[in-house]
């Protein structure tokens, strides 16, 4: 059997001796009616489940009158008083019991008709009395209402598998279709790619393409035309006055008289012209005029750069302006020669340079090498080419870099310029002796006489008196080794004229030190 509902009287068969509870109950507390309705003898068996319960005992009628069942619920067989309210076998002065909380109707009563617990007055009317609840059919009516809830539950269940069974299938034919348009292209869709927005110009200036935006705007390409040929090379400006630093090999093609055409990053073209010269440095200085907004490229300093510096290259290779290559600094004080063509060595350049693995080619040429800063420390000279040794850049020939590149220090740079600008020509520290070129052991040797005939060791020069002889070998300058004599030439060459230098000479098997200071020598 079903349990009832919360709020709703229990309705059962009443056990043997009991009073009966429900709407044929006494109310709790009085006593039966003396002319109602006897209980069941002892033994008689309880209605059979299904079968309505009927009260079919005579019952006294009340004076007056027929018997009444207008009131099923009430017991008591005494007339009611004309004009008072019927009673319902309550207490006196007990009102009757409120109606029972609404909730779930119980199956069997008439609509609007649940019965009052505890034999109260049945809500919204008097049943017939003759049709009573069946308390053995309300498990069958609670139990259909059950499999009802279910069957809906698993419709709902199949709606929603279903609604998730199509979305699925339908997902996987959009991606599918979807795919295929994105890799085919729909019909009459245009191809759009991806792209990265626009960003701003502005780098790191420590970065290469921070130090180029700072540095080109005060490098220049130049174009020699004379009596001699032509050549393209680089320069960079010093000062606002117009002054270009290059390469003597640059300008050289252009002799006295020649043409010198000055190309600056922007585009602007000026005319200039020769202002000084050196073979031995192989640099040169030449100047524009009446050009205003020049850009001067601040100058380091090449006595504090160190192997591993990251540095910055630009130029014009094969006359392509305007050229950005990066490196490192791949060793210092690197000795090198460049030039003599003429034979007689007058062109010969002589530099203590730095080497650098940024890459140079012909028209890099007496441009500048800069620093992480954009700072000058070297001027871009010679290569060493593969098939043709080191040479100045453009004469090395058109195999390009293999990632040994030369650049004159920016401090032997500055003191040539300044000298060149100041009065056109370049002084050349010596020590005043003249150098066997024939010798191939280790050092320099100072031969038996000059190329003229005479003294080796020039009378009252440097040389002399520190005390140095014919055939004595120099091993070192300030301690740093000298294995050739052109690598003493490059040695002294990378001092200014007084300056002190310590000799280290081997005479007759013996070491000694010698101290001497620097002479002068006209240049070109």
Do not use: C
């Amino acid at each position: 059997m079903a349990t009832p509902a919360q709020g709703t009287p229990t309705y059962g068969t009443p056990g043997h001796g009991t009073p009966a509870h429900g709407a044929h109950a006494p109310a709790p507390g009085t006593q039966p009616s003396p002319h109602g309705t006897p209980p069941p003898p002892h033994g008689t068996p309880p209605p059979a489940h299904g079968t309505p319960m009927r009260d079919d005992t005579p019952t006294d009628p009340p004076p007056g009158g027929a018997p009444s069942h207008s009131d099923p619920l009430s017991h008591s067989d005494a007339p009611t008083p004309a004009g008072t309210t019927p009673s319902y076998d309550t207490p006196h002065d007990t009102p009757p019991p409120a109606p029972a909380p609404q909730g779930t109707p119980v199956h069997g009563t008439p609509p609007q008709q649940a019965a009052a617990p505890h034999g109260g007055p049945p809500q919204g009317g008097y049943p017939d009395p003759w049709r009573r609840y069946d308390p053995w059919g309300a498990p069958l009516q609670q139990n259909g209402a059950a499999v009802q809830a279910q069957r809906q539950r698993r419709g709902r269940k199949v709606l929603v598998l279903g609604a998730a069974v199509i979305a699925l299938v339908a997902g996987g034919i959009g991606g599918v279709v979807g795919a295929h348009l994105e890799r085919e292209g729909g019909l009459g869709s245009r191809v759009e790619l991806p792209q990265a927005g626009s960003e701003t110009e502005k780098r790191p200036k420590d970065s290469v393409a921070g130090i180029a935006a700072s540095a080109l705007p005060g490098v220049v390409t130049l174009h020699v035309r004379g009596d001699d040929g032509a050549g393209t090379g680089t320069g960079f400006v010093l000062d606002g006055k117009g002054h270009i630093l290059t390469n003597n090999h640059v300008v050289e093609p252009g002799g006295k008289g020649g043409d010198i055409s000055v190309t600056f990053s922007g585009g602007e073209t000026a005319s200039a012209k020769v202002i000084g010269r050196d073979a031995g440095y192989d640099l040169a200085v030449v100047k524009v005029s009446g050009v205003r907004g020049l850009k001067p490229l601040p100058l380091g300093n090449s006595e504090n750069v160190q192997v591993g510096d990251p540095v910055v290259a630009i130029g014009a290779p094969f006359d392509l302006a305007n050229t950005v290559t990066s490196g490192i600094i791949s060793a210092k004080e690197r000795p090198i020669t460049a030039g003599g063509e003429k034979g007689d060595g007058s062109d010969v350049s002589y530099v203590n340079a730095l080497q650098t693995d940024a890459p140079i080619n012909p028209g890099n040429s007496g441009g500048p090498l800069v620093d992480s800063r954009a700072r000058v420390i070297g001027i871009n000279s010679a290569i060493r080419s593969a098939d043709s040794g080191s040479g100045s850049a453009p004469e090395s020939g058109r195999s390009g870099s293999i990632g040994l590149g030369f650049a004159i220090p920016i401090n032997q740079g500055k003191r040539v310029a300044e000298e060149l600008i100041n009065t056109g020509r370049a002084t050349h520290p010596v020590i005043g002796v003249t150098i066997d070129k024939q010798f191939t052991g280790d050092g320099a040797r100072i031969a038996r006489t000059s190329r003229s005939g005479g003294p080796a060791v020039n009378r009252g020069g440097p040389g002399d008196k520190a005390g140095l002889k014919a055939g004595d070998v120099i091993k070192a300058v300030d301690a740093q080794p000298v294995h050739s004599g052109d690598e003493l030439i490059v040695k002294v060459r990378a001092h200014r004229p007084g300056d002190r230098l310590e000799l280290t000479v081997e005479r007759g098997g013996d070491e000694r030190k010698v101290s001497l200071v620097l002479g002068t020598a006209g240049g070109e």
